[in-house]
């Protein structure tokens, strides 16, 4: 197997051929933050916070879809990046109605924990309180879009893993949102199999079981990318 | 199809021809001012006169002047005349006989039509643009037979020869372009036109699809050809039923002449062409989202690479090209690379289409060779504002692009002169704006238009725009300190810097460029502050150029 070497905030590391800058500096235990990312489905290279600087590259690099390239120059900590970083967690927080008081993914959310981590401690830009629904259609679950981050991981989970593609992205803008079966409520989706993936898969207190209470929300998100890792390689057994 | 039925339709087309014609406008703008109803009363004039024999009324495209539509002008003598009704036929009538008439006479040599140097619109005013044999008398699908009579990488040589950079809006070498597609392996492959023209203000392309369809085909024609292409789609916003139909109308018409389809000129080249009508998103005109919508899907950008020469429709290599691009090749291949790369600057070659509209006083569509400065397009073909206030400044590549003072409207137009002067070439775009105008406004104003039409896939894009939009709201009703504006400069660093497609990374520009040269507008709306606050210590520079 072809492998490259590249350097990555000046260690150097070496990766497979093919694979991205997000995977080469999380086996070399870099931390680069991420939202969209989720082990086991495709990219969609869109909450934008994994960003890094490629050297001789004119534009910042989304290191979950930048294939690594022998003697390529990487930094993932620079002052601008950081700060770039707080500013799109600032944003999502304005976007949509987060009181993580009284959320059910209080202290197990991942927006909550980079907010954290980054050094986001307050919010510079006006809230939007948009006007958004909650359906509690579903029997098990439910979806609060109130705290939806829109990191599509829910869609491509249910359609890449679990093959139903009960979710899509309606709408355009800061008005886009999730729907299930093309705008149906989720109780009455026909393609849904309650399998639960999506709950899995969801960073945010967005998509949750039902009867859960502020920060019960607890997720095993490894699953995911195990059952894909499972059933590539046909290995069941941990 | 061969080379001498060709020539044969041309030669019936031109010995049919009466030796006067009285062409009337039938395009968007002077339809939508009653023009189909001004060619019906002139044929019945020509008729009533008894004049049949010499004389014949026909509907043609877009002669560019439309702000004074519906246009009329007879031939040969070339008068022009504007604001036709359909009482004014009878007297256009008798003016081939030497009479008077009330109807508005345009000077036919004024600089708004003999500053122009019309390659792609050379047709444009005096064909008829529903009809094949119109545009093969006129030298239609000439260019094709050329091409087929080389082999595909010496027409890939001749177009990055010619200098020919996409009109789309980057300037992305056009030459270079086709031969990654060509040298990717052979198999399927197919061919977009990108005819999806979002940018408010702007309808060069739309016009080029109205005045010359088949231009645009035989272009992409020749692309499939040079790329090893078989299939070829159109996509057209549905916005635009004019040029959807006359669209529609030159595929059946070239397939049914044998220019599209199988075994085109005798050879083995074969080219289907379909329409794909848009539901008018403005992202939908960025290459990797209007793939998605052909193929039926949700119309988002996803990153590149891959780009779509690698891998596009379906996954497949795809050669994506816009409208004015597209009808640019016939000419080339016609009259060789040397003669197109012989016109323009340096770096800029050929002819730019630019859609004139804002504070001027010939509103309309232009084009001009590449260097002519933007005050000759502004003053002389523009013929300056409508009611002789000052130009302020010149609004070119619309949400992506950014405005230009006055004092530098002596900048030559080519893609490195506008894109160091804070805007770009963009698709042609052109608004004039007069000493009434705010720019404040004028950058919330397409502000409103990035946070409407961002696809809200990404978040600096989705959210971004929103937010600076918010921020100029406030600026604009005066009630932001420098504290907002310092958050308004580092927020268009952030938008420009982290999106992921050019709709986002470009929505900044507008209020950038107006921040670069009127800083001064912004100044003196803002408000003191209500209380002291620190300085803000940011790692993102707080100036804009
Ligand atoms: C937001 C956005 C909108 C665009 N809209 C158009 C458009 O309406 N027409 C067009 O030809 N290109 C448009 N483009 C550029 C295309 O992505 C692509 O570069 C172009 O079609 C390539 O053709 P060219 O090389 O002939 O310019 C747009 C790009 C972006 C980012
Ligand atoms: S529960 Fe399973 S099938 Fe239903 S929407 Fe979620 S992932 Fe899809
Ligand atoms: S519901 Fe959850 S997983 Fe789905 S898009 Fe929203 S935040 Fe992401
Ligand atoms: S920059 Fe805007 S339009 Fe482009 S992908 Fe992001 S949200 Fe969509
Ligand atoms: S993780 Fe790369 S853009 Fe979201
Ligand atoms: S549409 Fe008639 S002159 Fe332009």
């Known amino acids: 197997m072809a492998v490259v070497t590249l350097t990555i905030d000046d260690k150097p590391v070496s990766a497979r051929a093919g694979e991205s800058v997000l995977a080469a500096a999380r086996e070399a235990g870099i931390r680069i933050p991420t939202l969209c990312h989720l082990d086991g489905v495709s990219e969609a290279a869109a909450c934008r916070l994994c960003l890094v600087q490629v050297e001789g590259r004119g534009r910042l690099q989304a290191a979950c879809v930048t294939e690594t390239a022998e003697g390529m120059i990487v930094r993932t900590q620079t002052d601008t990046l950081r700060e770039y970083r707080r500013m799109i967690l600032e944003l999502l927080f304005t976007e949509g109605n987060h009181v993580c008081a009284v959320c059910v993914a209080n202290g197990n959310c991942e927006l909550q924990s980079l907010a954290a981590e980054q050094g986001m401690d307050h919010v510079r830009y006006p809230y939007l309180n948009p006007a958004r629904t909650v359906d509690v259609s579903h029997k098990q679950y439910a979806i609060d879009h109130n705290r939806c981050i829109l990191c599509t991981r829910c869609v491509r989970t249910c359609d890449e893993i679990e093959g139903a593609h009960t979710w899509d992205v309606a709408g355009r803008g800061t008005l886009s949102h999730i729907v299930a079966d093309m705008g149906q409520p989720w109780g009455d989706s026909v393609t849904c199999t309650s399998c639960g993936k999506c709950v899995q898969a969801c960073p945010t207190g967005a998509l949750f079981r039902q009867g859960s209470t502020v920060a019960e929300m607890t997720r095993d998100r490894e699953k995911l990318a195990d059952l894909v890792t499972a059933r590539r390689d046909k290995k069941w057994t941990v | ?545």
């Not at chain 2, 002519?372 to 206030?389: C, F, I, K, P, S």
């Not at chain 2, 052109?430 to 705010?438: H, L, S």
């Not at chain 2, 709201?473 to 927020?491: G, Y």
């Open chain 2, 1 to 545: 199809m061969d080379h001498d039925e060709l020539q044969r339709i041309a030669s019936v087309e031109r010995a049919a021809a009466k030796p006067v014609e009285i062409r009337c406008c039938t395009s968007s703008g002077c339809r939508a001012s009653g023009s189909a109803e001004v060619l019906k009363q002139l044929r019945s004039a020509v008729q009533a006169k008894g004049l049949s024999d010499r004389v014949t009324a026909v509907g043609v495209g877009c002669p560019g002047l439309c702000s004074a539509g519906p246009v009329v002008s007879t031939h040969p003598d070339g008068a022009i005349f504007g604001k036709v009704t359909a009482d004014h036929a009878e007297g256009i009538v008798s003016t081939l006989s030497g009479e008077s008439t009330n109807a508005v006479r345009i000077d036919p040599n004024q600089p708004f039509f003999a500053k122009q140097f019309r390659i792609v619109r050379a047709t444009a005013g005096q064909i008829d643009p529903e009809r094949i044999e119109s545009y093969i008398a006129a030298d239609g699908y000439a260019g094709l037979y050329q091409a087929l009579q080389q082999r595909p990488d010496e027409i890939v040589a001749d177009v990055t020869a010619s200098g020919l950079r996409g009109r789309g809006g980057a300037g992305y070498p056009t030459g270079l372009k086709w031969a990654t597609v060509a040298k990717m392996p052979p198999g399927q492959k197919y061919v977009i036109c990108n005819g999806d023209e979002g940018d408010p203000g702007a309808f060069m392309d739309r016009s080029v699809m109205e005045d010359a369809p088949h231009q645009v085909l035989e272009g992409m024609a020749i692309a499939a050809y040079a790329v090893g292409a078989n299939q070829g789609y159109v996509y057209v916003r549905a916005e635009y039923p004019l040029a959807i139909e006359r669209l529609q109308a030159a595929i059946h018409q070239a397939t049914k002449a044998g220019l599209l389809g199988g075994n085109i000129f005798q050879t083995p080249f074969e080219f289907k062409v379909e329409i794909r009508i848009g539901a008018g998103a403005f992202v939908c005109g960025e290459e990797t989202a209007l793939i998605a919508s052909v193929q039926g899907l949700r119309g988002t950008p996803r990153p590149r690479p891959p780009y779509p020469a690698e891998s596009g429709l379906w996954d497949r290599p795809t050669l994506i090209n816009n409208v004015e691009t597209f009808a640019t090749i016939p000419a080339i291949l016609r009259n060789g690379s040397d003669w197109f790369a012989g016109i323009g600057t340096g770096t800029s070659k050929g002819t730019k289409i630019f859609s004139l509209t804002g504070k001027v006083k010939n509103a309309g569509l232009v084009e001009v060779p590449m260097g002519t400065t933007l005050r000759e397009v502004v003053e002389q073909l523009g013929g300056g504002t409508a009611d002789g206030r000052a130009v302020k400044a010149v609004q070119t590549g619309g949400p992506s692009g950014g405005c230009i003072p006055a004092d530098l409207l002596d900048t030559p137009i080519d893609y490195e002169s506008l894109g160091k002067i804070g805007s770009i070439m963009g698709s042609g775009g052109m608004i004039v704006m007069d000493d009434t105008d705010r720019m404040p406004e004028v950058a919330r104003f397409f502000m409103e238009f990035c946070a409407d039409e961002s696809c809200g896939k990404c978040v600096p894009c989705r959210v971004g725009t929103v937010q600076l939009h918010g921020l100029l709201t406030k600026l604009v009703e005066k009630r932001a300190t420098r504290h907002d504006l310092d958050l308004l400069i580092e927020l268009c660093h952030l938008v420009k810097d982290t999106s992921l497609c050019g709709l986002g990374q470009s929505a900044p520009n507008p209020v950038m460029s107006t921040l670069r040269y009127f800083a001064g507008e912004y100044e003196a709306l803002l408000q003191p502050e209500e209380f002291a606050r620190p300085p803000r210590r940011s790692t993102i520079p707080l100036t804009v150029v």
